[in-house]
């Protein structure tokens, strides 16, 4: 697309944790047209839009190799995937050490200091809890007694990661990087394409989210779901440039069960679903950063998560379980 004198555009991101919508007003016509290319990728999909300034075919390779990229991080952080380094180190709990490469223990030991930031509310170890809780057509409330044994598989301290080695201390624990490795991925896959040289672009994956630049010189504007209303309804507006929002939130996946709404965010160290908020968004400068604090700020709750948030100097948006809202100076519109 070469102009922008066309309908109202509108990208709605069905992600795992959260609901985010882009969309781009009728404008009169530019210089620019716009790629955007998607696919499913870490159990989710993605989606990459690109300003091409005119460079259409190389602007849809450089999308083509952001998506490599992605997949590329996925065979070495999935612990869904047998072969993965990650999975290697489950294997081994309780045994050994196992080596693994430098890119996948750096972010291993940046996600151990979030949980150590945090007193364990963002937690590696969560997976070790394996499928007690699942939400699918197969979902049963456990019992206290199969969640107290299950919870004693989570221990972000029990985590050696000493050089490119990574051992865990007991028999039944296992890493899951899914709180913090997609948003890694989100940045892998926008450095591609500032690599390219296409440095105005929207890189998507599950709830999160990289601005890069501008849309035709205006920030890219982001608006956050209402988490307890239809699909597409929004609370507001942030113009987002230069930085990542995420968003974690009770009402993507959930069951329902004696009027109690459980949800897939666990407090890992409870091993039940966090009661604090219902929706919690973060922007910062890495996609990184917003995935995991956005997690974390969500098992926190309110008071303690927004401590969290000004303490590192990164903007936050929550709603807490009882409707109210939290707001630091980057969502002021949605107050």
């Not at 390779?61 to 380094?85: C, F």
Request: charged share 20%; with cysteine; proline share 4%.
């Amino acid at each position: 697309m070469r102009t922008r004198a066309s309908v109202s555009l509108l990208l709605l991101l069905a992600v795992a944790a959260a609901w985010w919508i882009w969309r781009g007003v009728a404008e009169p016509p530019g210089p620019a047209g716009v790629q955007r290319v998607s696919r499913t990728l870490m159990g989710t999909l993605w989606s990459i839009t690109v300003v091409d300034h005119g460079r259409t075919t190389a602007a849809r390779a450089a999308a083509e190799a952001a998506l490599q990229e992605v997949g590329r991080i996925e065979k070495l952080m999935s612990e869904w995937l047998p072969d993965s380094p990650i999975s290697q180190v489950n294997a081994a709990a309780g045994r050994n050490a196992v080596k693994v490469p430098a890119e996948v223990s750096g972010l291993l030991r940046r996600a151990l200091e979030y949980g150590a930031r945090s007193d364990g509310a963002f937690d590696v170890t969560w997976r070790g809890m394996g499928g007690i809780w699942r939400f699918d057509e197969q979902f049963r409330v456990p019992s206290a007694g199969e969640v107290e044994a299950a919870r004693k598989n989570v221990d972000y301290r029990a985590v050696r990661a000493e050089g490119d080695t990574v051992a865990l201390a007991r028999p039944g624990m296992a890493i899951g990087l899914g709180g913090i490795a997609k948003g890694y991925a989100v940045d892998r896959a926008a450095a591609v394409l500032r690599q390219a040289g296409f440095t105005d672009s929207l890189v998507a994956g599950a709830g999160d989210i990289l601005a890069s630049g501008t849309k035709y010189g205006a920030p890219w504007r982001l608006a956050v779901q209402d988490p307890r209303s239809e699909r597409g309804q929004a609370l507001g507006t942030v113009a987002v440039s230069g930085a990542a929002i995420s968003t974690s939130g009770d009402y993507e996946r959930f069951q329902m069960a004696q009027g109690v709404r459980y949800h897939h965010i666990m407090d890992p160290r409870t091993g039940w679903p966090a009661r604090g908020c219902i929706s919690v968004s973060v922007m910062a400068p890495t996609a990184e950063q917003t995935d995991a604090l956005a997690t974390t700020i969500f098992v926190l709750g309110p008071e303690k998560g927004l401590a969290l948030a000004r303490e590192l100097g990164v903007d936050t948006f929550i709603i807490g379980a009882d409707g109210r809202r939290y707001a630091t100076e980057g969502f002021a519109s949605l107050r």
